[in-house]
């Protein structure tokens, strides 16, 4: 028996037998709008407080059209010329992500477009599991990251994400805010320091 089994074991032996249950944590919902149009744009206030873009759809825009409006300045290059690896049929991409694939394989990406599985208000973030991502490495490696995300999969804040069944069974789960970014030298704040040089999030609810 190793060290780790014999200091477990005391733990175990020495934990109290109270079968007591968890206590209820509140929601604090009364914080937040009540109307689904007020919570949208909470959310969009947030992302671009932590630097995000929020890019609605004009009337008859696509959601291609929007990506290449939303990055006609930041990508350095055509989109001719452009990796493009696309989860989402709005988009056609060409680079194609499999289950196989090594997460170091995906750093030649310039945009990856997800549809993130929900939203926060509270905080301005996206939510992705393996499911959405299928190479968790690429909402890091990708230089810019283009969001789907349905506005009615919008909550509150993070007590009710942590309540939900698609976050409780999700093999892996990350809370994307804003694009990469650092302060640390000499205060002054760096975005794309670490990863995505640019997140935008576009409204489009599930077709």
Do not use: C
Not at 79 to 92: K, Q, R
Not at 133 to 157: G, K
Not at 191 to 203: E, F, H, K
Request: aromatic share 6%; glycine share 8%; hydrophobic share 45%.
């Amino acid at each position: 028996m190793s060290s780790r089994d014999d200091i477990l074991g005391a733990v175990r032996s020495a934990k109290p037998g109270l079968d007591a249950p968890a206590p209820t944590v509140p929601n604090y919902d009364e914080n937040y709008p009540a109307d689904r149009a007020g919570l949208i744009d909470l959310f969009a206030e947030r992302l671009t407080m932590m630097g995000g873009t929020w890019h609605a759809l004009p009337e008859g825009q696509t959601v291609d059209d929007a990506l290449q409006e939303a990055l006609a300045d930041k990508l350095g290059k055509t989109f001719d010329e452009a990796v493009i690896a696309s989860n989402v049929p709005e988009v056609a991409g060409n680079r194609a992500l499999t289950e196989t694939d090594a997460p170091g394989s995906v750093h030649d990406v310039d945009i990856a477009v997800l549809r993130a599985r929900f939203g926060v208000a509270e905080t301005g973030s996206v939510a992705f599991s393996e499911a959405e991502l299928t190479v968790n490495s690429i909402a890091y490696l990708a230089q810019h990251l283009v969001v789907l995300l349905d506005p009615a999969e919008i909550v509150t804040n993070l007590h009710r994400a942590y309540q939900r069944d698609d976050f409780v069974s999700a093999n892996y789960t990350v809370f994307h805010t804003g694009p990469s970014a650092t302060a640390d030298i000499e205060g002054v704040l760096v975005r794309g320091a670490q990863g995505v040089r640019s997140l935008t999030v576009i409204p489009a609810p599930v077709q």
